[in-house]
């Protein structure tokens, strides 16, 4: 019994907790491969989930849910990071998240988290479960790229990454100069964004701002 | 190189660069040929070509749409790219703009790499010097290998250098290097792609990055038996790398323009001249100032057709319209040759003194505002300030800009749609292109309608045919199934104080274009509603079409002409409507319905064609009669709202 089968089997139960449910059978349907109704018992002795109606609903215990919060946010993490930073789509990206999430050590995770700006989402559009460096990110202002539509007017920031849900987007940004490493000045914020950038100006929308992650100059006063 | 390029007799020389770098001002200073111009990107849609004779060498120059790289992302870009490869030139002239080398560098690096004898020309040079930066021109001369040319295109300053350097064009040095990987696996696609196809090592680029366009271009040019071999190879390549290739082209490409920049360009901190052009830019993009600069905008645009083109018209009709008129009338004797001067349809009275005298003056005023707005840059900043509203009509990114350049002209407009991503904005685009939006000849003349009966009118009317663009644009947004959405992304051009000699020269072309398009339509126009008349013909349709001018819309019968003259030219028709309303035929609720018809009603011929050609037949035969109809519904509606509400009516 592997501890990468284990650690499926909660991280499909923090799903279908997401979503309402408690069926074994919605269990059984989600998991990959084969069900190993042996493995309920196991987890239920180690006192991670609860049985009931005679082992037809199934529902974490606080603990449980504890360690599932853990494995759905490494994998919703590692999937932000292959898909945004490395610009990975498609197959390969869930696959190697898939591993990603059971060999990566705690601490790195957060680290992960600051660096990415604690995303609130996975790419998918499923929440990701906040962790520790979330909820004091929100008590201090620290050093992490925050999206370029976070920023106040006349905030200088250089930018640190952009995101990569559509490859002509990065094109033209990359065409206009905009990109890694390159300091911007933000003029306007409404109607559309205005940035100033290598001497010259570029109106963009929200959703592209959004896209755009900066590092703050000397701390910053966005929030 | 591949040998099915077709030989042309003489040298060709293509113009390239990012948009608003010059290129168009650049091909009119060297051809003499003028190119339309405007301190905003996308001014060139299609490609123009002029032959030149420089020493004893015919060569022809061609003048292309802005170019970002030949990584492609826009439908324009795709046309010179195609260009490029298709019938490849056999000089590049880069332009540059010297005050943004730094974004004009990645497209350098991909023409580098094509290998074709190149000249980069730094152009608008005395705006670095305003704002503070400076260039080692003969360091980039070094580190490129080729003549790099100081220019002043809008003075004409350092051409003569350019044409000299021609002689002297030479492939560049190629300094960016992507790595012994990647620089072996290409060098071994190019092997396999040398002799079928043009520019090798580009294409085994492109063929990295993933482009479409490459991938199909040596479907269609290497022989079956050497393609898997090719795609071996790339699909090898990609293996070896750990990371997204792509990301690592963008990346080391980074580098050298960061490089390159670095070595040859310094920034002084302070700036030379005022910087109110940039405030004022600043300004008349912000969501509160921005609104009153646009008011006035209009105001000036009213006061200038309204007064000025009013006053040039009167003097032109007390000197030389009136005494013509009554010197004919008086000593032509009454019958056919009096009728067809100066009589109703004359050619005289309808043609030649309404084309002159009260179709020009309005124009010539209406365009000196237009070309003093485009010169300072207005344009793109009032793209930012109205966005959020044509957003919520479906529309996004580039077809704001194409919207508001259909006030210049609507077939234009029509035509700069085509890179748009789906067919759903699309559809709206070109349908309010079409339904709500007047194009400047026709806005021009509207205003000087409207002036006649007050500015009560004029108000009522934009405020309409504006309501009719929001309510229809969020109509068809619910209507239409939900496309794929760009975001907006725009390049906004260094404000700058209009050059009087600049907006001078741009009204003059605009003006002789019209003479050169519009008068013979004014005359054959004249001359056809003088046939049907003559013929009863036009009587018939009158009595025909009586139920929906006179019934429906409340108009005189006298509007059939209006509606006819529509299908030609809307600037023509115009001009009848004028002489409808300075005859008194039509009150002031009647003139507003009618100015407001000949906006919505059928599109003017080119702009059909041009529907057809970025909608497809069946969409362009589906929309034209569904404008009509809605034009005619709309008008028709107002009309009775009017006898409702307007007293005196």
């Not at chain 1, 279908?16 to 084969?34: I, P, Q, R, Y």
């Not at chain 2, 339309?36 to 749409?65: C, F």
């Not at chain 2, 505002?369 to 109205?386: F, K, M």
Request: glycine share 8%; net charge negative.
């Amino acid at each position: 019994m592997s501890r990468v089968e284990h650690d499926e089997y909660l991280e499909q139960l923090w799903h279908m907790a997401e979503a309402s449910l408690d069926a074994v059978d919605d269990l059984a349907s989600g998991v990959h491969g084969d069900f190993d109704a042996g493995m309920l018992d196991t987890l239920a002795e180690e006192g991670l989930i609860e049985l009931h109606d005679g082992k037809k609903r199934v529902t974490l215990t606080d603990q449980g849910q504890d360690q599932a919060r853990g494995i759905a946010r490494r994998h919703r993490l590692a999937e932000r990071l292959l898909f945004d930073v490395l610009g990975k789509g498609g197959d390969e990206f869930e696959a190697e998240a898939c591993e990603f999430e059971h060999i990566v050590a705690p601490e790195l995770v957060d680290s992960i988290c600051i660096l990415l700006g604690h995303p609130r989402e996975c790419p998918h559009g499923k929440a990701i479960p906040e962790g520790e460096c979330c909820k004091k990110s929100l008590r201090h202002v620290e050093r992490a790229p925050r999206p370029l539509s976070k920023l106040k007017v006349t905030d200088e920031a250089r930018v640190a990454f952009l995101k990569s849900d559509r490859d002509d987007q990065i094109h033209r940004l990359e065409g206009l100069n905009i990109r890694p490493g390159v300091m911007l000045k933000l003029h306007q914020t409404y109607p559309f964004f205005v940035v100033e950038c290598e001497g010259a100006s570029v109106a963009l929308e929200e959703k592209v701002a959004m896209n755009i992650l900066v590092w703050m100059e000397n701390g910053g006063t966005a929030e | 190189m591949s040998s099915d390029k077709v030989k042309t007799a003489h040298k060709t020389i293509a113009l390239v660069g990012l948009p608003n770098t010059g290129k168009s001002q650049l091909f009119s200073k060297i051809t003499g040929v003028y190119s339309l111009v405007a301190n905003y990107s996308r001014t060139t849609i299609e490609e123009k070509r002029a032959t030149l004779q420089i020493g004893n060498e015919t060569v022809e120059i061609i003048d292309t749409p802005g170019l970002h790289g030949l990584y492609i992302h826009s439908e324009e870009e795709l046309a010179v790219r195609d260009l490029l490869y298709s019938q490849p030139p056999d000089i590049l002239i880069q332009c540059v703009d010297a005050n943004h080398l730094k974004q004009s560098l990645p497209l350098m690096t991909d023409l580098l790499e094509l290998g074709i004898p190149m000249v980069v020309c730094l152009n608008a040079m005395d705006d670095t010097a305003r704002n503070g930066t400076w260039i080692d021109t003969a360091r980039i001369e070094e580190r490129l290998g080729v003549p790099v040319i100081e220019t002043i295109a809008q003075s004409g300053s350092g051409i003569d250098e350019l044409l000299k350097s021609l002689t002297k064009a030479r492939p560049g040095k190629r300094s960016l290097h992507y790595g012994d990987i990647v620089e072996n696996g290409v060098m071994e696609i190019s092997r396999l792609l040398e002799g079928s196809v043009e520019f090798p090592r580009e294409t085994s680029l492109l063929l990295l990055k993933e482009d479409p366009f490459a991938q199909s271009y040596v479907n269609d040019k290497v022989a079956e038996e050497k393609r898997p071999k090719i795609e071996e190879r790339v699909a090898d390549l990609r293996r070896k790398f750990d990371a997204p290739l792509d990301r690592h082209f963008l990346d080391q490409r980074a580098r050298w323009v960061d490089d390159f920049t670095d070595a040859t360009v310094r920034k002084r901190k302070l700036r030379l001249g005022s910087q109110t052009a940039e405030r004022f830019a600043h300004l008349s993009r912000h969501p509160f100032y921005g609104i009153p600069i646009f008011l006035l905008f209009l105001l000036s645009t009213f006061l200038m057709v309204v007064y000025v083109a009013g006053f040039v018209e009167g003097k032109l009709n007390d000197i030389i319209v009136d005494p013509s008129v009554t010197y004919l009338t008086t000593h032509l004797p009454e019958g056919f040759w009096a009728d067809f001067l100066v009589g109703h349809y004359g050619i005289l009275t309808l043609g030649v003194f309404n084309a002159f005298c009260t179709v020009l003056p309005i124009l010539g005023a209406f365009f000196l505002v237009l070309s003093c707005a485009e010169d300072i840059g207005y344009i793109p900043n009032l793209c930012v300030l109205t966005g959020r509203l044509f957003e919520k009509l479906g529309l996004s990114g580039k077809s704001i800009m194409s919207l508001v350049l259909a006030f210049g002209c609507k077939t234009m407009a029509t035509l700069t749609t085509k890179g748009l991503p789906s067919y759903k904005e699309k559809f709206i685009a070109n349908y309010l292109i079409a339904f709500t939006i007047p194009c400047g000849a026709q806005m021009a003349l509207q205003v000087g309608i409207l002036g006649r009966v007050g500015p009560v009118a004029f108000l009522l009317t934009f405020g309409v045919m504006m309501s009719a663009l929001v309510v229809v644009g969020i109509a068809l947004n619910k209507i239409l199934p939900e496309g794929d959405r760009e975001g907006f992304i725009q390049e906004l051009p260094p404000a700058r104080f209009p050059s009087p000699k600049a907006v001078l020269v741009k009204t003059y072309y605009r003006l002789r274009w019209f003479l050169q398009e519009a008068v013979p339509i004014f005359l054959i126009a004249a001359l056809a509603l003088f046939a049907l008349e003559k013929t009863g013909l036009l009587q018939g349709l009158k009595v025909i079409l009586h139920p929906i001018v006179v019934g429906w819309l409340g108009l005189s019968n006298e509007m059939v002409d209006v509606l006819l003259l529509c299908v030609a030219r809307h600037e023509v028709a115009a001009g009848r409507l004028l002489d409808l309303v300075d005859t008194g035929i039509l009150n002031t609720p009647q003139t507003i319905v009618s100015v407001l018809l000949l906006t919505m009603f059928v599109p003017c011929s080119a702009h059909v064609l041009a529907i057809g050609k970025q909608m497809g037949l069946k969409t362009a035969c589906i929309m034209i009669p569904c404008l009509s109809l809605s034009a005619l519904l709309l008008t028709g509606t107002l009309n009775y709202i009017f006898k409702l509400f307007w007293t005196g009516a």
